[in-house]
């Protein structure tokens, strides 16, 4: 039986590039010979993809916060039992753009939702799982905001005000500060190769605690 894969996480605010880092992740992983399922939140099975649709979609409807916690904790179910168990027992490490912490920042730092509420929901659905590390792509919120709003058509987050991503930083990075054995921040303010460095350096630490079969030169 192959040892438990390892669960990673990417978070951050709107247009910090986790899109690009998690694409050097994967690339610079796989080179490492880690066999790995890259995938994302909310979404990630057939279900969470039909749910986040739901959830980004502009609608004249105002969508209630509670009802957008469960929404976000559905699809997590779905794809915890679906894919992202399956492929840790199979020993492939999972690299999840967005989990829990995003709940944390959005709902509770940003829609002002009890902590507590969200721990239990995390307690029913995760169970024991938790990320065994978490890159905390952090930049400052209007740097972020002005590259999202450069791609074009925003959705219902990306439409919210300047404050509500000013709780959403606050509270990842106090996230980060109160774990700061999983966490590693990388500062995404800064240019695209400084990045990556930081990236990799991560990638180095991750696979040389892990034991990878065929780490790169
Ligand atoms: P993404 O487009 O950056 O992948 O994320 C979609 C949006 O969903 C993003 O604005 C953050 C939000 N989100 C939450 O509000 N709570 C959550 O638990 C997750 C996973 C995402």
Request: proline share 4%; charged share 25%.
């Amino acid at each position: 039986m192959s040892a438990r894969g390892l669960f990673i996480t990417v978070e951050g605010g709107e247009g910090v590039g986790k899109s690009t880092g998690i694409a050097f992740l994967e690339k610079t992983l796989q080179a490492h010979g880690v066999e790995l399922l890259v995938t994302r939140e909310p979404g990630g099975s057939k279900l969470g993809e039909e749910l986040r649709r739901l959830l980004l979609a502009v609608d004249d409807e105002p969508l209630d916060p509670t009802a957008e916690l469960l929404l976000m904790f559905a699809a997590r179910a779905q794809h915890i039992s679906g894919r992202i168990e399956p492929a840790l027992a199979a020993g492939k490490w999972v690299l999840c753009d967005r989990f829990t912490d995003a709940t944390y920042a959005y709902q509770c730092g940003g829609r002002g939702i009890d902590r507590g509420a969200v721990s239990a929901l995390e307690n029913l659905v995760q169970g024991t799982l938790r990320p065994d590390c978490t890159l905390l792509l952090d930049a400052p919120v209007s740097i972020g905001l002005a590259r999202a709003r450069m791609r074009g058509d925003l959705d219902r987050f990306e439409l919210e005000e300047l404050a509500f991503f000013e709780r959403v930083r606050a509270t990842y990075l106090e996230l980060a500060a109160g774990s700061s054995g999983r966490f590693r921040i990388i500062d995404a303010g800064q240019p695209l190769e400084q990045v990556q460095e930081q990236l990799l350096k991560v990638c180095k630490e991750l696979t040389a605690c892990w034991g990878v079969r065929h780490p790169a030169p």
